[in-house]
């Protein structure tokens, strides 16, 4: 029941936080690197896809919230045309790792969820906001390591379709 209450407190806070500028990070700065563990048990880091394809790293507040569940369904239902790219994507949050993978199983989720619950990586991306969770930021980080785009204004009903876009956008080549 406690860990109920600070979920709804927690989200309400969500809410009512201000979001603006939520990033120190630019497009053509380098991406950080990291090593974080998913719901699938590996653990990713961004050096694995240098020189290989495009990484979008979305970053939401926390597991079983209304946005979230509605950006992670998105990804799930239409992630195929995400998949028409030469790009691979993640979504990362700093729950804990037992939170997210309930979260990927109840939204059978088929891609990595990372979890940062030492918040270091959401530091090293900006991205750790007044209430101690990431803010939805999504970067797209391309082959050489830079970021190409950092996207905070998130549509989390249609995030896959706006991921989509985006990659047509910034000229990302489709998957062979």
């Known amino acids: 029941m406690n860990k109920l209450v600070t979920r709804l407190l927690l989200g309400l806070s969500l809410l009512l936080a201000a979001q603006a500028n939520a990033t120190d990070l630019k ?4 991406a950080p690197n990291f090593r974080l563990q998913a719901t699938d048990g590996h653990f990713y880091q961004l050096s694995d896809y240098l020189g290989k394809q495009t990484l979008v790293l979305a970053w939401y507040p926390m597991a079983n ?15 195929d045309l995400i998949r028409q790219y030469k790009a691979v994507y993640m979504m990362a949050s700093v729950d804990d790792l037992e939170d997210n993978q309930k979260f990927a199983k109840e939204q059978k989720a088929d891609f990595p969820m ?8 959401a530091k090293a991306y900006d991205v750790l906001n007044l209430v101690r969770v990431a803010s939805r930021v999504t970067f797209y980080i391309g082959e050489d390591g830079t970021i190409l785009k950092i996207d905070e204004d998130i549509h989390p009903k249609t995030a896959a379709e706006d991921i989509a876009a985006n ?9 062979e």
């Open 27 to 30: 497009v053509g700065d380098k």
């Open 167 to 175: 990659l047509a956008a910034l000229g990302i080549a489709k998957a």
């Open 114 to 121: 990372l979890s940062d619950p030492t918040k270091e990586t």
């Open 65 to 79: 919230t209304r946005g979230c569940t509605l950006e992670c369904k998105s990804l799930v239902q239409k992630g």
